[in-house]
């Protein structure tokens, strides 16, 4: 069984600064890719930022030069250090990670249970 459990929302004042954690457990392997994604109320979820095994990253244009992806692959942790916040960030953030589990062939994706971000104006 593999989890992935998400910390570190709240709310913050526009400007602001927030950041996420999400940490992988269970029986794995190895982890692949890991990525963030937020959905607001009433809009489908959508991606924010990516980052490989290797360390490239890949951020949507809305949040280039205010968000920073990273992780630490010996605690099997991804972060999203995000900075300037505005209110149109608000969103439920969802942490998601490739995994190859120790017990299965293949690699399949898994989520976060979800950590809500406001940001008020």
């Known amino acids: 069984q593999v989890q992935l459990v998400e910390s570190g929302g709240g709310l913050v004042q526009a400007g602001g600064s927030l950041r996420l954690s999400c940490a992988a457990s269970g029986s794995i392997f190895r982890i692949n890719a890991m990525g963030w994604y937020r959905q607001a109320p009433g809009k489908q979820r959508e991606l924010v930022t990516t980052?490989?095994?290797?360390?490239?990253?890949n951020y949507a244009d809305s949040v280039k030069g205010r968000f920073t992806v990273s992780r630490d692959n010996a605690k099997n942790t991804v972060y999203l250090q995000m900075n300037s916040l505005k209110p149109e960030d608000t969103a439920v953030y969802y942490c998601?990670?490739?995994?190859?589990?120790?017990?299965?062939?293949?690699?399949?994706?898994?989520w976060g249970q979800g950590t809500q971000v406001t940001v008020s104006s």
């Open positions: 998601n990670a490739d995994i190859e589990s120790k017990y299965r062939v293949g690699i399949r994706g898994y």
């Open positions: 980052i490989t095994g290797l360390g490239s990253t």
